[in-house]
């Protein structure tokens, strides 16, 4: 417990100083955490530079999604939500900054904690919203719910540990294979660091010199399971034997886009795969089903929403750095309050779905003569001429 309240409290100072040190009317340069690096000669620089425009548009997405989030929690206590729901409070620094330093064409695929990427990767709150309260307007059609949403060049959302890992594997392979510059972002817990299926796609993705970034989002338990009584190696950057590994602060937007940039620059020269660890951290329980304290300590949450919130220290930066306003920061927050209020009342209003389409979108629609072998026992191998 001690170690996860120090390691939040090491860079409160520096990033608030280096603001003050470094800034004008349109953009401002910080000091970053220091990476940590495996294999590699050299890693990401210890200062970067934010523009007006992106900390703006980053600060409104983390708070976005913390709304949505915190909004979700309250719907589902009142029954509105059912089923499960894992939220992605504290670790919105993770999906914002990974975003920043992603091309059209690149693609995501993450785990069951998957409500922020949704919004990241171009989904509405609505469609979020919608669809963990069973309504048409759904991500999914209310098919779903909290671990299966999907979007362009996003594959979910998926429910069984560790099992995006060698999908997104593969999907590294099939960008490949059309010979552009893209890659695929591979997101696991350090809850399936251990699952034999992402060291399986770690050796496959290294042999055929695939473009995915494997990151490891460390939120520090798995389940109700600390990482160290799992683990025998924490340092999940490392875990990639011949893979070049990098560490980042998860809870610091900037530093986690500047990880991504480097990692980014690393698939795309065709170097091949790297593993990203990004330490963060959940407020919530695992699932809304599970209280989060009798594992940790209501002190050491505390400890971090107070002195390591991502959103409440790159508020900081921004006002600290002339980058914004006090009264600016209050009126985003008013803003996507009224947001996301008002996206509730249109959720509450919106139909459930019509029974009728629980059959649609299972299996792929084929035209009524297209022959498809083994689907019917009554046909030959091979069609009539």
């Known amino acids: 417990m001690l170690g996860v309240t120090r390691f939040f409290r090491a860079a409160i100072t520096d990033c608030v100083t280096a603001a003050r040190c470094f800034s004008s009317a ?117 098919k779903g719910g909290s671990m299966h949403m999907y979007g362009h060049e996003f594959y979910g959302g998926n429910g069984i540990v560790g099992a995006q890992v060698p999908l997104g594997t593969g999907i590294a392979l099939h960008k490949k294979r059309n010979g552009t510059n893209n890659l695929c972002v591979t997101i696991y817990g350090d809850g399936a660091s251990n699952q034999g299926q992402v060291f399986e796609s770690f050796n496959m993705a290294k042999l055929w010199n695939l473009p995915c970034i494997f990151i490891c989002e460390n939120n520090k338990y798995g389940m109700g399971t600390a990482a160290q009584r799992s683990s025998s190696n924490t340092a999940y950057y490392t875990r990639g034997d011949v893979i070049p590994g990098l560490w980042a602060d998860g809870m610091d937007v900037l530093s986690v886009r500047e990880a991504m940039r480097y990692a980014t620059d690393w698939c795309r020269s065709g170097k091949g795969p790297i593993v990203v660890e990004m330490e963060t951290y959940r407020y919530f329980g695992h699932s809304m089903s599970d209280p989060g304290t009798s ?34 920061i209050k009126a985003i927050d008013k803003r996507v309050r009224q947001e996301i209020e008002q996206i509730v009342q249109e959720c509450d209003n919106a139909p459930l779905p019509d029974i009728g389409t629980a059959f649609t979108h299972v299996f792929r629609e084929y035209p009524k003569d297209f022959f498809i072998r083994g689907s019917d026992i009554t046909q030959k191998i091979v069609p009539k001429e």
Do not use: W
Request: contains cysteine.
């Open 295 to 328: 594992y940790r300590t209501r002190d050491e949450i505390q400890t971090v929403r107070r002195e390591r919130d991502p959103i409440i220290l790159f508020g900081r930066f921004m006002t600290a750095s002339g980058l914004s306003t006090d009264e600016e």
């Open 26 to 142: 349109s953009s401002a340069t910080a000091n970053l955490q220091p990476f940590k690096l495996y294999k590699l000669d050299n890693g990401p620089a210890s200062t970067t530079t934010c523009t007006r425009e992106d900390a703006l548009h980053y600060y409104e997405t983390m708070q976005r999604i913390r709304r949505m989030e915190t909004t979700l929690s309250s719907l589902y206590k009142e029954k509105k939500v059912r089923g499960f729901c894992h939220l992605y409070s504290g670790q919105e620094a993770v999906a914002v900054g990974v975003e920043a330093a992603l091309i059209p064409g690149d693609a995501i695929i993450t785990a069951y904690r998957c409500h922020g990427f949704v919004v990241t990767r171009g989904g509405s709150v609505a469609s979020v919203i919608g669809e963990l309260m069973g309504k048409s307007n759904g991500n999914v059609r209310g």
